[in-house]
């Protein structure tokens, strides 16, 4: 069950970056994005999120300060900005879309997202 279309993603060396993009086709993202993460047998982490209405924006204290979520309104998608990776990044990223402007208090959980991209690998070697 694929709802959203993400692109980026790869194998890069640690200090790199790279960015990810989230698109939903034939429509414009409403409500809040979400970037969550799921390292091999582990459960899917929150990484980081925006609220489209105002810009507003929450980072998992483990990439605070080196990831961004860009406001780009030149295009209908959302991406997330991964800069100085560290081998740590490693995983599977989705990105996920709750489409109302009252769910600002669960952002953190991957369960108040409705679409889910169909994720994407980040590698990052040492």
């Known amino acids: 069950q694929v709802q959203l279309v993400q692109s980026g993603g790869g194998l890069v060396q640690a200090g790199d970056s790279l960015r990810l993009s989230c698109a939903a086709s034939?429509?414009?993202?409403?409500?809040?994005v979400g970037w969550f993460r799921q390292f091999p047998g582990l459960q899917r982490d929150f990484v980081a999120t925006?609220?489209?209405?105002?810009?507003?924006?929450d980072y998992a204290d483990s990439v605070k300060g080196r990831f961004t979520i860009p406001m780009e309104t030149a295009e209908n998608a959302v991406h997330l900005q991964m800069n100085s990776l560290k081998p740590e990044d490693t995983a599977v990223y989705s990105c996920?879309?709750?489409?109302?402007?009252?769910?600002?208090?669960?952002?953190?959980?991957?369960?108040?997202?409705?679409?889910w991209g169909q994720g994407t690998q980040v590698t990052v070697s040492s």
């Open positions: 925006i609220l489209l209405s105002n810009g507003s924006t």
């Open positions: 034939g429509r414009t993202f409403i409500g809040m």
């Open positions: 996920a879309e709750h489409p109302t402007t009252t769910f600002w208090r669960r952002r953190r959980y991957s369960w108040a997202y409705d679409s």
